[in-house]
């Protein structure tokens, strides 16, 4: 263990892998050795080898590779399909491997007094050779199995990772599992790398597998706790998924935003604040997607905008949209927007959140619709949807981005409640449609139920869709329950009265939910 | 290459007692076993770094059997002969001429 000076912050390495830094509260120990706990499939290898890599692309650090499982030229092979040429870095010197597998030949193991001198040797000529400040040991419990549990293989595991020290590099060393959530590795293997350990787990839940990992302990440095979603691409490896990864302190800005359409804008007291989350909510066909694409032409001089449509293919989005009148195939000719459309069951929920990651980073949208939460809600667990949209709003804010997002209802008539207690809060503001059946005709109604930072609207409008976009039409004065999902029409005295409700009364309303009680008639309403 | 084509690699840790030992353990077993004859090279992972690379070699002592095939090896002590013999496939003792019906190969 290496001498601290009390007081000072131990130095840490930056690991290079996305978001892996912030989570252990600042890369890894420099100089020492991280456990990599995980079991099968959980990506311990890819992410080790991923350690190594970053150090050659991004760090000019060359790296030896100690395989105990699986041949060098497996390795080689498997990490060119991740885009990583490690035979050129070989000839170039910045990657060795120690070949530590067995061969195919039967082999025994004898004795109670193993010598690892070789194994230790090897490694440290590796080092030296091509002046090496990363290792990786690919797996430890590997290793561990094939000499067997004797009284001198546990002394002579703890000597090798003592001599990962001596060589003054930052080392990873990987460890097999048995159990998602039971103990640290096989073997109690941990009790040779007690001061940095990371768990991976690749949990089955809602039919679904969730990447984790957690920092269990990280000596010397505050590192985050609880588990964090990862995700690996198939042409980046692993990337970890931080949700306040980026700083909350980010300013509120008092700028607005334009729809396309003034009479939205009217609603929400002169538009969207910039940097602020917008919910759309109602139910099918009452014009939701039309509303994020009038968010989006609202654009001006300078922006751009980026659109993830989760329910339909590319070419319908166009084909809706040029019923409208945008022609969105010229605005990404343009530049000027850019249409991401995924199948929101094809990969984990995380994907999708890095995916609209890579996009805000390489694009830089002023504005970003996602259609529809509830596509991605379908196809995740309640956990996991709240780590997407909570990731989403974040990286948004730190943008300053101001997002528009669609959701919809389940009931035609809509309802009392905009979406889940918990999302809500995530939300800046929330627009509500609903149908309106009004003497035998479907209509639709429009209210900004709340919206931080401003003043908005709290009439309950006529929202019609027509050939060239959304009219914002007339207040529906003499209807009420349209929000209740039951629209009654009021006749007489009743009327005023039941207008102070929509007008908002605090003590009626709350900004976070809505408790409007309007399924009762009472004397002198009718049905219209 | 001897009558019996039995060829050995021994990777031992310097000069010590203990490498002396495992050495002295594997002739035994071996003149013992093969009346007829075995080759043996004996490395030093000190002096011969790149062959213990080569043959990938993470203890010592360890034994190779080279010839016949397959491969085999032997990790660890060398100071039970029967399971070395075992393990290395080498003929048993005392064993009749001619008749290899107990070949422990």
Redesign the interface.
């Known amino acids: 263990m290496r001498d601290v000076q009390p007081g000072s912050p131990l130095p840490t390495l930056a690991s290079g892998i996305p978001g892996l830094d912030h989570v252990t509260g600042g890369g890894l120990p420099q100089g020492e050795v991280t456990l990599l706990a995980g079991t099968t499939g959980t990506g311990k290898s890819v992410m080790a080898a991923q350690f190594l890599v970053s150090g050659v692309t991004d760090a000019a650090q060359a790296g030896v590779f100690v395989t105990t499982e699986e041949r060098p030229e497996k390795i080689r092979r498997v990490l060119g399909t991740l885009g990583w040429d490690v035979r050129a870095w070989e000839a170039q010197g910045r990657w060795a491997f120690v070949d530590a597998s067995a061969g195919a030949h039967p082999e025994t193991v004898l004795g109670d007094e193993l010598d690892l001198s070789p194994l230790i040797t090897r490694i440290g000529r590796a080092v030296e050779r091509i002046g090496a400040k990363r290792v990786v040991i690919d797996s430890l419990s590997h290793l561990f199995a094939r000499l067997g549990d004797r009284p001198s293989v546990r002394a002579e595991l703890h000597r090798l990772i003592g001599s990962l020290e001596d060589l003054d590099v930052t080392a990873i060393v990987t460890v097999e599992r048995d159990h998602e959530y039971d103990g640290v590795g096989r073997f109690g293997v941990e009790e040779f790398v007690a001061d940095n350990i990371l768990i991976l787990r690749n949990v089955f839940e809602n039919e679904r597998r969730r990447r984790t990992i957690e920092p269990l302990k990280f000596r010397g440095t505050p590192h985050r706790c609880g588990e964090f979603p990862f995700v690996i691409l198939a042409d980046r490896g692993v990337a970890i998924v931080a949700l306040s990864e980026l700083q909350l302190a980010y300013s509120a800005p008092e700028e607005r935003l334009s729809f396309s359409n003034p009479g939205i804008d009217a609603m929400l007291g002169g538009g969207p604040l910039r940097g602020s989350a917008i919910l759309v909510s109602g139910p099918t066909g009452t014009g939701k997607s039309l509303l994020g694409l009038e968010f989006l032409a609202g654009a001006g001089e300078g922006e751009r905008g980026l659109l993830v449509n989760f329910e339909e293919s590319g070419e319908q989005v166009a084909r809706n949209a040029r019923h409208w009148g945008y022609d969105l195939d010229a605005l990404q000719s343009a530049g000027r927007l850019r249409v991401m459309c995924q199948y929101p069951e094809s990969t984990p929920i995380a994907n999708h959140l890095v995916a609209i990651q890579h996009a805000l980073d390489e694009f830089r949208p002023t504005r970003v619709v996602v259609d529809s939460l509830s596509a991605v809600e379908r196809g995740a667990s309640p956990r996991a949807f709240f780590e997407f949209l909570l990731g989403l709003s974040t990286l948004l804010k730190a943008h300053s981005t101001t997002g528009l997002f669609t959701t919809t209802t389940q009931s035609l008539l809509g309802g009392p409640s905009a979406t889940g207690v918990e999302a809500s809060t995530l939300l800046d503001t929330i627009v509500l449609l609903r149908y309106v059946e009004v003497y035998g005709e479907l209509r639709k109604g429009i209210a900004v139920l709340k919206m931080r930072g401003s003043n908005h609207e709290r009439i309950i409008r006529e929202f019609i869709i027509t050939d060239h976009g959304a009219d914002i039409g007339e207040p529906f004065r003499t209807t009420t329950g349209i929000l209740a999902g039951t629209p009654l029409e009021l006749i007489g005295p009743e009327k005023e009265r039941v207008e102070a409700l929509f007008t908002g009364s605090p003590s009626r309303t709350g900004p976070d939910h809505l408790e409007m009680d309007l399924t009762t008639p009472a004397e002198g309403w009718r049905n219209p | 290459m001897t009558v019996t084509g039995y060829s050995f690699r021994l990777?031992l840790?310097g000069g010590t007692a203990r490498a002396m030992q495992a050495e002295a353990q594997l002739r035994h077993l071996c003149e013992t076993r093969l009346p007829e004859g075995f080759e043996l090279e004996v490395l030093d992972?000190?002096d011969h770094?790149d062959r213990?690379?080569e043959d990938?070699?993470?203890?010592?002592p360890?034994v190779i059997r080279l010839s016949p095939p397959?491969?085999?090896?032997?990790?660890?002590?060398?100071?039970?002969e029967h399971?070395?013999g075992?393990?290395l496939g080498l003929p048993a003792v005392e064993e009749p001429p001619g008749d290899r019906s107990r070949d422990h190969a």
């Open positions: 990777y840790a992972v000190t770094p213990a690379e990938r070699v993470l203890v010592t360890t397959p491969a085999r090896r032997v990790l660890g002590s060398l100071s039970d399971r070395v075992l393990a």
